[in-house]
């Protein structure tokens, strides 16, 4: 079982470090700030997934008053990323950068005009979910799990943005196993380190289908070249999809 005090514990530290990397960003920019940010909101999201299946509680209400923050984090992150992923592969035109900068410029600027109230929605989600919270049978967080790992064998055959929605839901196993009993994981029998090289793997193949999308056709881009390396990463991705469900558990 998962109990109400060992829940409280991690949605209190959360929040605590959720708003922590808030007040950073919101001071000086750090994009290393940002990124902690998102993770922390990544984790909670994925640990009310499980909630909402298992309780009657409002907890995916409450994370509701979150989305705006995730949203606006993500359009700086994205805009960041796009420019240090064209640069792994080649150069790029002093005029993409200068675009991408931009973007990147304009969604800070709109953050810092709305931090206060990311701080206040941060603070109410956090208070709302510490007050639903209730204690959580094993059964069903095992029925969780073993419902995921069908979607995710499901998604792991199609391409696109269903492939990369596989990737999210296996970090989301991940996240959430780090809130439950050691018992309770062992019994679930995971095979950490083969999902983390999958999710890792999707990735990298994401990755370059953005920049191939993205900036192939360009001027000075080499449009074969990215294609040949996205088919290789995807095909990476294929070979260690094969068999998912015996290679998720551990044997």
Known sequence: MLTKKRQKKYLTK?????????????????SEALHRLRLDL??????VQMVKECTAKRA????????KLFRQAGKIRDAGNMLQL?????SVPPEYKSEQDQLRITAAREFHQHAQDYYKQGRKA?????????AIRTRCIKDWYAARLIKIAVLLTASGDLLHEAR??????????????????AGIG???DYLDRLQEAIGEWHDMVIIVTTYAGREGADSQAMVR???????????LAGDFHLRAHLT
């Open 42 to 47: 990544k984790k909670v999201k994925a640990f």
């Open 168 to 185: 999210k839901k296996i970090k989301e196993l991940l996240y959430v196993q780090r809130i439950l009993p050691a018992p309770l994981v």
């Open 126 to 134: 956090g208070r709302r979910l510490l007050a639903d919270v209730q």
């Open 60 to 67: 995916s209400k409450d994370m509701d008053l979150l989305k």
């Open 190 to 192: 995971l095979n950490n």
């Open 86 to 90: 064209l640069e792994r592969f080649h």
């Open 229 to 239: 390396a996205c088919k290789e990463k995807e095909a990476v991705v294929r070979g």
């Open 14 to 30: 959360k929040e605590k470090d959720l708003l922590v990397q808030l007040h950073a960003f919101s001071e000086s920019g750090d």
